[in-house]
């Protein structure tokens, strides 16, 4: 029996990137093998974390690492390290940091919400967020008045969730903060380049294993010795709670194993047949534009964007997204990278595919935008009550 029948779950085919509420990534083969081997032994924790640190600090260029639980652990846990080093007194007295350096500066255009908000993330470890400048703009020279005796690190955030123009660049802001004696963590939950951040001076970088790696549920952290080391004894703290078993760590030590292995460029040329199959077919419908869109914050990932006019294709891209979403019975359900859909677009992501799917997705879109051709009236809700919906539909789980 397949694992949807055993849970009575419906199958989905998932077109919008590495979704948390969709189970994250196809976790790579030789990563299941690696959490299988290790789930019925006993192992000391420390000297797997150790191994770990080889291999994170092998893959990112960087002097050690450790694994949590998530990026957004890792988040909390990091800023933790840079108020308590590793002194275990201060450890566990968190979130109580009274007397310790507690502000952490972060552009206003990186306070994003990725399933949660950002700023938690800090203030769950006792911190105070510092924001610098506006949503759409801000400057070094912000930056560096906002910096103080009481500032314990800055956070710099990767994200196509991010103001992507305006903003201080990565380079300034290191050095920015540096100059200033202040740590930088970079939240890089969602990026191929392992090397990057840590090449331009980063003190602490942070990936989601369960990304783009096909790993596990956890967060891979990457940097300094000092820091990580920190970072790695608040789980006789407040990490106790956001801790990562031993599966956890040999399936974050493989993804890391098997990226490094991966024929990139072999995975590249599939995704790109996909997207070429999905334009061609979508590209000739009433009121479609497909067009190949390439990644924002520059990963090696290209996706399909298709734009809606909501009045020749007799539906709005939102009403399509939610009608893909939710089929008639017998079809299967495919998810679309939507957060943009107010403005008459989304995306469809080609990474998240088993083979064939590609098929099913374009199979489907093209029965939807059909549907809604021979419709009597054309299906454009308006878009604010999008929101209400989505939560009615949720309001009384488990029921
Ligand atoms: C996904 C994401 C996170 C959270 O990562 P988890 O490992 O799922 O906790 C944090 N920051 C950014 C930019 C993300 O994309």
Redesign the pocket.
């Known amino acids: 029996m397949d694992i949807y029948s055993r849970f009575g779950l419906r199958p989905v085919i998932n077109v919008s990137g590495t979704m948390?509420s969709l189970g994250a990534s196809i976790v790579a083969a030789p990563v299941i093998e690696a959490m299988a081997a290790i789930l019925p032994q006993f192992v000391e924790i420390d000297d797997l974390q150790r191994k770990a640190s080889a291999v994170i600090a092998q893959a990112c260029g960087s002097e050690s690492g450790y694994v949590t639980a998530?990026?957004?652990?890792a988040?909390t846990l990091g800023i933790a390290a840079t108020m308590t080093g590793d002194d275990s007194g201060l450890i566990e007295r968190l979130p109580d940091t009274s007397g310790l350096r507690n502000e952490v500066v972060v552009q206003t255009g990186h306070l994003?919400n990725?399933?949660a908000p950002?700023d938690q993330s800090i203030r769950l470890a006792g911190a105070r967020v510092v924001p610098v400048g506006a949503a759409t703009e801000s400057h070094g020279y912000q930056l560096s008045a906002a910096i103080n005796e009481r500032t314990t690190a800055a956070l710099y955030?990767?994200?196509h969730?991010t103001v992507q123009f305006g903003l201080i660049h990565v380079e300034e802001f290191i050095a920015l903060a540096h100059a200033k004696g202040v740590p930088v963590i970079v939240?890089a939950?969602?990026e191929y380049d392992l090397t990057r951040f840590i090449a331009a001076g980063a003190d602490l970088v942070l990936y989601?294993a369960?990304?783009f790696l096909g790993g596990p549920t956890a967060?891979i952290v990457a940097g300094k010795k000092k820091l990580v080391r920190a970072a790695y004894f608040q789980n006789s703290g407040i990490g106790r709670g956001m801790k990562v078993g031993k599966e956890g760590i040999a399936g974050a030590i493989a993804a890391l194993e098997q990226w490094q292995q991966r024929d990139h460029a072999a995975v590249r040329a599939r995704e790109r047949s996909y997207l070429e199959l999905w334009r061609e077919a979508l590209n000739v419908r009433p009121g479609v534009r497909a067009e190949i869109d390439a990644d924002p914050t520059g990963n090696p990932l290209d996706r399909l964007k298709l734009s809606i006019d909501p009045r020749e294709a007799r539906i709005s891209a939102w009403d399509l997204a939610d009608a893909l979403a939710h089929p008639p019975a017998g079809s299967v359900p495919v998810i679309v990278r939507d957060h943009e859909a107010e403005l008459n677009f989304f995306f469809i992501d080609p990474c998240n595919l088993h083979p064939g799917q590609e098929h099913s997705v374009l199979e489907r879109l093209l029965d939807e935008l059909e549907r809604a051709q021979q419709a009597p009236h054309p299906l454009i809700t308006p878009f604010f009550q999008r929101d209400a919906r989505r939560g009615a539909g949720r309001r009384n789980w488990p029921d």
Do not use: L
């Open positions: 948390t998530s990026c957004s652990a988040i994003v990725y399933g950002i955030v990767v994200s969730h939240d939950a969602s989601s369960h990304k967060g």
